[in-house]
C-alpha cells in the first residue's frame, strides 16, 4: 500500500496535503492498516489457532506448575526439619553468630532457600525462632540447679546474648518477667 500511494504521489503530482489525504489510495491503506490490530484484537485464534488447544496448553501448564509447587512443599519440609535437627543438636542458638547466612552456611544451601521454610513451614521468622530457643533455654537454666553455678552475665553470655541490655529486654517481652523476677517466682514455688 506504501508503494501504491507513494507512486500515485509521484505520478498524480500531489502537491498540498489535503490530496494526498484525501486521495482513494491513502484511505484505502489506512483502513488496511486499522484491519490488522482489529483483526488481531477479535480474532486471537489467528495468531494463536485454535482456542480448545489454547485451554488444553494452559491446562497442562497449572498441572506442571502444582507439581513443581508440590515437590518445592516436600523439599521445604525436609529442609526444615533438617535445618531444626541442626539447630537442636549443635545448640547453634546459643552463639551470639548466630545469623541466617550461617545456618545457610552450616546446611550448604542458599541463604534465599531458608525463607520458604521460616514462611511457609515454620510460619515465623529467623529472628523470632532465635530468641524463642535462646529464652527457653534461659527459662531451663534458671530453673535447673546449674544456676546456683553460674551468674547473670553468664547467663546471657552462656545464651548467646549480643549485650545484658539485650538479654534483659528480651526476656522480659518474651515472659513478662524480668530474669530476677522469674527466679523469685521459681524460688515461691508459682512457676
Not at 500511494?5 to 489506512?30: A, G, P
Not at 537442636?88 to 548466630?98: A, G, H, I, Q, R
Not at 552456611?105 to 513451614?121: G, Q, S, T, W
Amino acid at each position: 500500500m506504501y508503494l501504491i500511494v507513494t507512486y500515485n504521489y509521484f505520478s498524480n503530482n500531489l502537491e498540498t496535503r489535503d490530496q494526498i489525504v484525501n486521495n482513494v489510495y491513502s484511505i484505502i491503506s489506512k483502513i488496511l492498516i486499522f484491519m490488522v490490530p482489529a483483526i488481531l484484537l477479535f480474532y486471537p485464534q489467528v495468531i494463536y489457532g485454535n482456542s480448545v488447544t489454547i485451554k488444553s496448553n494452559i491446562d497442562l501448564g497449572k498441572k506442571s506448575i502444582k507439581q513443581k509447587k508440590n515437590s518445592q512443599d516436600k523439599y521445604n519440609v525436609q529442609l526444615s526439619k533438617r535445618m531444626m535437627s541442626l539447630i537442636d543438636d549443635e545448640k547453634l542458638y546459643l552463639s551470639p553468630d548466630f545469623t541466617l547466612e550461617s545456618l545457610a552456611e552450616k546446611l550448604d544451601v542458599p541463604k534465599h532457600r531458608l525463607y520458604p521454610c521460616f514462611n511457609a513451614i515454620l510460619k515465623k521468622k529467623f529472628s523470632e525462632l532465635r530468641t524463642e530457643l535462646r529464652i527457653s533455654y534461659v527459662k531451663n537454666l534458671l530453673l535447673s540447679e546449674e544456676f546456683n553455678a553460674v551468674s547473670m552475665e553468664g547467663i546471657w553470655t552462656k545464651a548467646g546474648f549480643a549485650s545484658k541490655t539485650n538479654f534483659f529486654t528480651t526476656f522480659k517481652e518474651e515472659t513478662g518477667f524480668t530474669p530476677l523476677e522469674f527466679i523469685k517466682l521459681k524460688k515461691d514455688k508459682k512457676l
